[in-house]
């Protein structure tokens, strides 16, 4: 009776092992799904991203991961004073997808699918894909393959224009009105995409309109160093005109906008040269364009006028733009109840070390404040007053509206 009791026993165990093995074995069969092999492209024109998967044998389908990482590098001008934490973009999962079917395949993820219905290219930044291939039907519960060795791709918006449309049509446009043209990161978030660019119509010809942009758009000192500057040789022109005009705009809205002549007239008040005019795509409105009643502005410079009021769009908040959000008098306020900032004019203050600005009351700063106080508007005592506040840019241009 005892050799029969251990005699079970022995077979009970020997059952067992095997059942284990047996196990193992199923999972070692359940792990053969292949993995896919994948290629990854941006689509034409940077529309969307194709991706490429091999047939995979023993895959029912896939499952395709995307993460983007955002990239603002452009917003930081290559200065330490912007590249604060505000910005420190993390990967993100923006677009997961099921496709069946095993045979080889390309997908294009388009823009507006992958950001928003808006999103016409893809934001700058790193993308990230990798695929699992899945079976279902062949072992009774989903069983999926180990992921596909990850494909990355970095889209540097400063090669291409973002832009908003591909066409416009402002025939009907009048002076005052608010049009879209053109897009910039003004929310602060940088995995949605742009936002269309408002502006406000100051003169309209035939041929032409003469807009400013109805927010500002973006913190940068006037000149990266305290020296002796005019507009033609200050480092925010050639920002303007460069980095910001190839990004904001795609080629359609780049073939608008007209080549003007800016005159840089001297300081009113104090007769500091205004240096050389210049050929600019983008550029600042003058001391004299402020005070122009023809565009909507109050003819004097110390009255605080609402229309020379000026809101800092959120992004331009995050990155410091100066606005006070303490004061309660209608003065500190737009006319749509907004808190407004100081934002640069183009015209040399009381010597060439200083520029005009608007004040967030809506009043002229004839004198100026320093070119570069952006830079050290943590030394106080030694720097003038107005250092301490951090001006914002509010771009205007000239776009046609009429084949010339």
């Known amino acids: 009776m005892r050799f029969i009791k251990r005699l079970l026993t022995i077979m009970l165990t020997i059952v067992f092992i095997l059942g284990a093995f047996g196990s193992v074995k199923v999972d070692a069969k359940e792990i053969t799904i292949a993995t896919p092999k994948i290629s990854i492209?941006?689509?034409?024109?940077?529309?969307?991203?194709?991706?490429?998967?091999?047939?995979?044998?023993?895959?029912?389908?896939?499952?395709?991961?995307?993460?983007?990482?955002?990239?603002?590098s452009l917003y930081k001008d290559g200065n330490d004073l912007f590249c604060d934490d505000n910005f420190s973009c993390k990967d993100k999962l923006v677009k997961k997808i099921e496709l069946s079917g095993a045979k080889k395949r390309t997908v294009t993820l388009k823009a507006e699918e992958l950001i928003n219905e808006n999103c016409k290219s893809l934001p700058?930044?790193?993308?990230?894909i990798k695929v699992k291939s899945y079976n279902t039907k062949k072992y009774g519960a989903i069983k999926y393959s180990e992921y596909s060795k990850s494909k990355s791709l970095k889209i540097e918006d400063y090669n291409y224009g973002y832009g908003y449309q591909s066409s416009y049509d402002f025939s009907n446009v009048k002076k005052g009105d608010i049009i879209t043209f053109g897009a910039y990161e003004q929310d602060g978030n940088f995995y949605n995409g742009r936002e269309p660019i408002e502006w406000v119509v100051l003169k309209k010809t035939k041929k032409q309109i003469f807009v400013v942009s109805k927010y500002v758009l973006d913190r940068l000192p006037y000149n990266n160093q305290q020296t002796n500057v005019t507009w033609e040789t200050c480092t925010l022109r050639k920002w303007l005109n460069d980095k910001f005009y190839n990004?904001?705009?795609?080629?359609?809205?780049?073939?608008?906008?007209?080549?003007?002549?800016?005159?840089?007239?001297?300081?009113?008040?104090?007769?500091?040269?205004?240096?050389?005019?210049?050929?600019?795509?983008?550029?600042?409105?003058?001391?004299?364009?402020?005070?122009?009643?023809?565009?909507?502005?109050?003819?004097?410079?110390?009255?605080?006028d609402i229309n020379r009021r000026c809101a800092p769009s959120n992004y331009a908040i995050v990155r410091g733009v100066f606005y006070d959000n303490v004061a309660k008098d209608d003065e500190f306020f737009t006319a749509e109840g907004l808190r407004t900032c100081v934002w640069w004019l183009r015209t040399p203050g009381t010597n060439n070390k200083k520029?005009?600005?608007?004040?967030?009351?809506?009043?002229?700063?004839?004198?100026?404040?320093?070119?570069?106080?952006d830079y050290n508007h943590r030394?106080?005592?030694e720097i003038d007053y107005g250092s301490i506040l951090i001006i914002g840019v509010r771009p205007a241009m000239c776009i046609n509206i009429e084949s010339e």
């Open 355 to 373: 520029v005009c600005c608007t004040y967030n009351v809506g009043c002229v700063v004839g004198y100026g404040f320093s070119v570069s106080r």
């Open 41 to 72: 492209k941006v689509a034409k024109f940077e529309s969307g991203i194709k991706v490429s998967i091999g047939k995979t044998k023993d895959a029912e389908g896939y499952l395709v991961y995307l993460t983007f990482k955002a990239d603002n």
């Open 379 to 381: 030394d106080f005592q």
């Open 124 to 128: 700058a930044g790193k993308y990230t």
């Open 247 to 304: 990004a904001a705009f795609n080629k359609s809205e780049k073939h608008m906008i007209k080549t003007t002549t800016v005159e840089n007239y001297d300081n009113a008040e104090k007769d500091t040269p205004g240096g050389e005019d210049t050929n600019d795509k983008v550029f600042l409105l003058s001391q004299l364009d402020i005070i122009e009643s023809d565009y909507g502005f109050a003819d004097k410079y110390a009255v605080t």
